[in-house]
């Protein structure tokens, strides 16, 4: 950077760029920073102050000391792959991007972890061991490109969360950089159940509000010895629902257990990894189970069974791998294929019980038909974590309100439904309001309470999580308009 | 929303596309397929290198489309992420909507390249590649002398000087007899003939793009290519017209020369069905005519039909038939994946099928086979340092045990050739088919086909 491309005049971008070291370290002309504007979550757009990239974790303490003590809200971001605008600087943020501290620091197979900073990308880490016939199991649709950071942020689920669980069940300790600078160890070692307060459960999944995850032991899988993927078209959702249900009963545990609804289909079809589904089926599973060899076969024949007495039109095994790459990459590139048949969408997350899925499924379908926008389904059907995308065009005045009600009006459905507003995604800046859906004002207070003995000065990731105080009550007012018109 | 064709009743783009101000802006049913998913990220390289979003596919997208909005204007920081890309297409390989980000990116250097002029000695490179070399054929003959010459010092120096030969496993002395010396550029060598027969019974007539990189550097592979297409019964045409296909001036946003260039390929190859390209980066461009001529809809619809015309050799090979050399090479390689040939043309398996086919062929897998060399037509010239960035990753993934590194660009092939050098390495830089070529070389000399022998 010369001296005479100096164009800023903030002393603030000065002073931050002398604490990270490299080239292009710091940025902050106003082009640039557009391309930070937003995340996966595009409705929510703002610009940085400056875009930090340090090193190590000692560059993250200096960064987030001196923004601590010059009073400027801050933010760590990782790849940006985020559907609920947990990465999005509402106020102005210092943005710390983590994306060039993608060591992958240590192996230890004997143990079965691995210790990777944050920037290191999801599926790189099982491409990495995969050969030693190790994986590492959380795999939201975004691996090829999200980062562990990230996902220890937003406690990332994925397809096959269902059987191995979400990023919390794999997480064994972190290295964490406190809002005011300081650094601290949790679980030291990745050591298991280590004693007192559940810190590495809070932290993870606390959305970036409590501090900034400069490293991070994780638990590394023995690759299942076997594997066998399924397809399944239903004529109706009802009956796909049902094969859902069914298949959790007779006691099998799949791997994963994904549906797609018909627009969902026709937006993957559209897009850049077609399979061939029929356009004209209601709905498709797709069912993978693994394990030790032995018995793979039988259950694969107990979910042809469940099918089939659910009425399925055709029911198919990957004949290979090649085949179930292609089913994978079809179902995982599923949200961005949606930019085929629409424009803009806004995904939701919500969950219900399995068995209400029927029902909430066909409240989405009145909803789609009262706010006039199309609603594609993909979803995890078998932990009920559904996934309504909204289709709509945000050039047409008013379709975005209209969209984000309809988004909404899905988590509504889901909290009325037994369930929750979200099942993966996080709830940043999204979700906010629809937390009184299923907290009450006791309830939200005791969490911010807990966030403030780690943020206090609310400097770091400010805004997000939890309803601001003057929105509840319009929230409140939405609730009782909608109790007395039912 | 993806619309299949542009409509050609559009209004010219001045009227209202923001902060574009010339015709043929970046068009906006290209950008509005991105959701912004992210997707693309870790498929570019040089996301890779700066971990920086605006120098990534969907950052680039973003900024595009925030011009259109009227929310950033084209000036020096708009065009650094634009000229940065190596368009390489490999987010369009990855992106789950089919965004045309290389598409988008051409579009937007245009623009650049009208609002921001290239002034001093940048605009006198850019002047003497674009416009003085590469369209004149004659020019570009004579400055290959001394690429010739560059090359013979540069390379094979290097494996006499240090004795290497010699250390070559015998096959491979072998081939090195059996490899054509560099001659004339195909061009003039069959300045006087209208038709290179096949050899046998005429099954196809094909029109065979020279390339003007290819012609004066590789004139061994265009006449490999030539042999490979006669063996296997087709008549060979050189249209005499033909230029320079023009992807470099695109890429440098000299698009008003891109669609000079290309009204004369089109017009030179109208009266043949089939145009051969044995250089990715080429075809690529041929096969994108169309989005040169939005505003000219009698020409738009002209390119269509000569792009459909338009085909790389190893796929024209593997899907009208060809004869499997019976001679065995011996050689353990590995192959890479020209952008403009995975990304551009979602060319993959056809080329390693041809390899596959020749006996004696072991293919060795190459991590990343489809990750850009860094080459990106003249970008190693404009970004030295990104460039030599990516080779080194590039690199880094090519196994050490093989004997050659096959391709189908010679963009790649000069710039893993320095590769090759720069690291230290000592695999030979070939194109896929004229190991096909040899292999059919080496059979007629061991007496397997009595027809047909040179």
């Known amino acids: ?486 | 929303m993806g619309l299949p064709e542009p409509d050609l009743n559009l209004p010219c783009a001045n009227s209202g596309l923001g902060n574009y101000l010339w015709s043929d802006p970046p068009k906006e049913y290209k950008w509005a397929d991105c959701v912004h998913c992210g997707l693309c990220l870790e498929a570019c390289p040089t996301y890779e290198q700066l971990g920086q979003e605006q120098h990534s596919p969907r950052g680039r997208v973003h900024l595009i489309k925030s011009v259109a909005e009227g929310k950033l204007k084209v000036n020096e920081a708009f065009a650094d992420p634009v000229f940065q890309c190596l368009d390489c297409r490999a987010c369009t390989t990855a992106c789950p909507a089919n965004v045309d980000v290389g598409g988008l990116i051409e579009e937007a250097r245009g623009q650049v390249r009208q609002a921001l002029p290239l002034t001093g000695w940048k605009a006198l490179t850019s002047k003497f590649f674009l416009e003085t070399l590469f369209p004149h054929h004659k020019r570009l003959e004579a400055a290959g002398g001394l690429l010739k010459f560059y090359q013979k010092i540069g390379l094979q120096k290097v494996v006499r000087k240090t004795g290497l030969i010699h250390m070559m496993p015998e096959h491979l002395v072998e081939m090195e007899a059996i490899m054509p010396k560099i001659k004339s550029s195909v061009r003039k060598k069959y300045k006087n003939v209208n038709i290179i027969k096949a050899k046998g019974n005429t099954q196809h007539q094909v029109a065979m793009l020279t390339g003007c990189i290819m012609d004066v550097m590789f004139s061994d592979v265009n006449e490999a290519t030539i042999n490979v297409l006669t063996r296997n019964g087709n008549d060979v045409l050189i249209p005499k017209k033909q230029t320079c296909c023009g992807a470099l001036h695109v890429h440098a946003g000299d698009r008003e020369m891109g669609r000079k260039l290309a009204k004369q390929n089109i017009e030179a190859f109208e009266r043949t069905d089939k145009v051969i390209v044995n250089a990715a980066g080429c075809g690529c461009m041929l096969k994108e005519y169309p989005e040169l001529f939005h505003e000219e809809p009698e020409w738009y619809v002209r390119a269509q039909e000569f792009s459909a015309k338009v085909e790389d050799i190893s796929k024209y090979l593997h899907d009208t038939g060809y004869e499997i050399p019976k001679a065995e090479l011996k050689t353990r390689i590995t192959y890479h994946d020209a952008c403009h040939l995975a990304h551009g043309q979602g060319i993959r398996d056809e080329p390693r099928d041809l390899l596959l086919h020749i006996p004696g062929v072991e293919m060795v897998h190459m991590a990343n086979a489809d990750r850009c060399c860094g080459s990106a037509g003249i970008y190693n010239l404009t970004h030295p340092e990104m460039a030599s960035a990516v080779l080194e990753s590039k690199m880094a993934n090519v196994p050490e045990d093989v004997e050659m590194i096959s391709m189908g660009n010679p963009g790649c092939m000069l710039q893993m050739a320095a590769g090759v050098q720069k690291y230290g390495r000592n695999q030979r830089v070939v194109h896929t088919v004229q190991l096909l070529d040899w292999a059919y070389q080496k059979e007629d000399r061991q007496g397997g086909k009595s027809d047909g022998t040179k």
């Open chain 1, 1 to 486: 950077m010369g001296r005479n491309n100096w164009e800023s005049r903030d002393p603030h971008i000065f002073n931050l760029a002398k604490l990270v070291s490299g080239p292009n370290s710091i940025l902050y002309k106003h082009e640039d920073l557009v391309a930070y504007d937003c995340d996966g979550f595009t409705i929510e757009r703002h610009l940085p102050r400056a875009v930090v990239f340090p090193k190590n974790t000692e560059e993250v303490s200096m960064i987030v000391q001196y923004c601590s003590e010059n009073e400027l809200p801050f933010l760590a971001r990782g790849a940006g792959t985020g559907l609920s605008g947990g990465a999005v600087p509402l106020n102005r943020e210092v943005i710390i991007s983590m994306v060039r501290m993608k060591r992958l620091l240590e192996v230890d197979l004997e143990n079965r972890r691995a210790v990777v900073e944050p920037g290191f990308v999801n599926l790189k880490l099982t491409n990495s061991v995969s050969e030693r016939g190790y994986y590492y199991a959380p795999d939201p649709s975004s691996q090829y490109a999200c980062t562990i950071g990230g996902n220890v942020a937003e406690n990332a689920g994925g397809a096959h969360c269902l059987k191995y669980g979400v990023t919390t069940n794999h997480i064994l300790g972190l290295e964490v950089v406190l809002p005011n600078g300081d650094v601290i160890e949790i679980a030291p070692n990745g050591i298991p159940d280590f004693p007192g307060y559940d810190l590495l459960g809070l932290l993870t999944g606390s959305e970036g509000t409590l501090g900034i995850v400069t490293k991070i032991t994780v638990r590394i899988l023995k690759s299942p010895q076997a594997r066998q993927t399924v397809l399944a078209y239903f004529d109706r959702v009802q009956d796909g629902s049902q094969a859902v249900s069914d298949i959790i009963s007779s006691g099998i545990v799949p791997a994963a257990l994904e549906m797609m609804d018909k627009v969902a289909i026709e937006g993957v079809e559209a897009a850049a990894f077609p399979v061939g589904h029929p356009k004209d089926i209601a709905a498709v599973l797709l069912i993978e189970v693994d394990g030790i060899a032995a018995g793979i076969d039988e259950q694969i024949q107990m979910i042809l069974d469940v099918c089939k007495k659910s009425h399925v039109r055709e029911v198919k095994v990957a004949k290979d791998e090649a085949e179930r790459a292609r089913w994978w990459a079809n179902r995982k590139t599923g949200f961005g294929a949606m930019g085929a048949i629409s424009p803009d969408y806004l995904v939701q997350d919500g969950v219900i019980p399995r068995s209400k899925l029927p029902e909430v499924l066909e409240r989405i379908h009145q909803i789609s038909e009262e706010s006039g926008l199309r609603i594609a389904n993909i979803f995890h059907a078998g932990d009920g974590n559904l996934h309504p995308l909204v289709l709509f065009d945000s050039r047409v005045p008013g379709e975005t309100e209209k969209a984000i009600q309809a988004g909404s009006a899905c988590l509504k459905a889901c909290a009325d439904a037994g369930g929750s507003i979200t099942g993966e995604h996080g709830v940043g800046i999204e979700k906010m309001e629809e937390m009184r859906f299923v907290f009450t004002d006791d309830e939200i207070k005791a969490q911010t309470d807990i966030r403030d003995v780690f943020n206090p000065e609310r400097l770091l990731n400010a805004g997000k999580l939890f309803p601001t105080p003057s929105r509840c009550s319009e929230m409140k007012q939405e609730l009782k308009k909608a109790e007395t018109a039912r």
